[in-house]
């Protein structure tokens, strides 16, 4: 199991990859992921919103804008 604590400094796509992942594997929501990850929610949303990503609430996953 790849170690999530420093995932804001790792590359957009690895990030994307992995948040998927575990929204799909591990959480039914990102507020579940970002509480048991203990992720700063503003910082992942930032950086998914600069890749040109958005979260979708209904799929649980992020998707391209």
Same mark, same amino acid.
């Given at each position: 199991?790849?170690?999530?604590?420093?995932?804001?400094?790792?590359? !957009?796509?690895?990030?994307? !990859?992995?948040?998927?992942?575990?929204?799909?594997?591990?959480?039914?929501?990102?507020?579940?992921?970002?509480?048991?990850?203990?992720?700063?929610?503003?910082?992942?949303?930032?950086?998914? @919103?600069?890749?040109?990503?958005?979260?979708?609430?209904?799929?649980? @996953?992020?998707?391209?804008?």
């Amino acid at each position: 199991m790849m170690e999530i604590k420093n995932l804001l400094t790792m590359d !957009g796509n690895i990030v994307f !990859g992995i948040v998927n992942e575990r929204l799909r594997v591990e959480c039914t929501s990102l507020d579940k992921l970002i509480n048991r990850y203990d992720l700063d929610g503003a910082a992942l949303s930032a950086k998914m @919103q600069a890749l040109g990503y958005h979260y979708d609430a209904i799929t649980n @996953q992020y998707k391209a804008d």
